[in-house]
Nanobody, 118 residues
């Protein structure tokens, strides 16, 4: 059974930083493209960042470019999202998402709340 568990969310002041982690279990982590999505109240879930199986291909939504960094450690079965220069508009529940590149089965984590407020 595949499980994704996010951690690292919390309350931070504008301009601050947080590092989210997504730990995978029950599967071979390296076959998955990993994504971070977020959903703010009253808004649709949006893709924030994506990293390929090897980490060689990375994409970001324009609103986080230069501030967020996605990475992965296949030996630790974990993906990360380093978030710097946080803004109030980054406030959302952040979700980890895994997409198996071979059979296209997908999985979601339970989400972690990020609140940016003074």
């Amino acid at each position: 059974q595949v499980q994704l568990v996010e951690s690292g969310g919390g309350l931070v002041q504008p301009g601050g930083s947080l590092r989210l982690s997504c730990a995978a279990s029950g599967t071979i982590f390296s076959v998955y493209t990993m994504d971070w999505y977020r959903q703010a109240p009253g808004k649709q879930r949006e893709l924030v960042a994506r990293i390929s199986r090897s980490g060689s291909i990375i994409n970001y939504v324009d609103s986080v470019k230069g501030r967020f960094t996605i990475s992965r450690d296949n030996a630790k079965n974990t993906a990360y999202l380093q978030m710097n220069s946080l803004k109030p508009e980054d406030t959302a529940v952040y979700y980890c998402h895994a997409d198996n590149d071979y059979n296209h089965l997908t999985y979601w984590g339970q989400g972690t709340q990020v609140t940016v407020s003074s």
